[in-house]
């Protein structure tokens, strides 16, 4: 069965940091679309992250850009998003998202509102004083 599986979410102080990690079954994120997207109490769901598999390129939004690392691991089937420097906004539940396109480019204009076939669990993390 094809699915994602994150971890690593968990409650951190202010200026913490955390390592989330979406791992893959059945496939690997080689000619796929993948991308981070989290939500907040109260608020849609935003895109934060997204990863070109093909050449490692990266976009993110404004509110984690600079403090916010997206990246896979060689064999591909694992996607991780370091994230430091945690404030309290970021506080939310944080998903995964896949879907294949050999095409795909992670770009701000399309990775954030296209449809994805395969979203984790969800991964919640909270960030307090």
């Known amino acids: 069965e094809e699915q994602l599986v994150e971890s690593g979410g968990g409650l951190v102080q202010i200026g913490g940091s955390l390592r989330l990690s979406c791992a893959a079954s059945?496939?690997?994120?080689?000619?796929?679309?993948v991308a981070w997207f989290r939500q907040a109490p109260g608020k849609e769901r935003e895109g934060i992250s997204c990863?070109?598999?093909?050449?490692?390129?990266?976009d993110y939004t404004d509110p984690v850009k600079g403090r916010f690392t997206m990246s896979t691991d060689s064999s591909m089937d694992t996607v991780y998003l370091q994230m430091d420097n945690l404030r309290p906004e970021d506080t939310a539940v944080y998903y995964c998202?896949?879907?294949?396109?050999?095409?795909?480019?992670?770009?701000?204009?399309?990775?954030?509102?296209?449809?994805?076939?395969?979203w984790g669990q969800g991964t919640q993390v909270t960030v307090s004083s």
């Open positions: 998202a896949a879907t294949f396109d050999p095409w795909t480019h992670c770009s701000s204009t399309e990775s954030y509102t296209r449809q994805y076939d395969y």
């Open positions: 059945g496939f690997t994120f080689r000619d796929y679309a």
């Open positions: 990863i070109n598999s093909k050449n490692g390129n990266t």
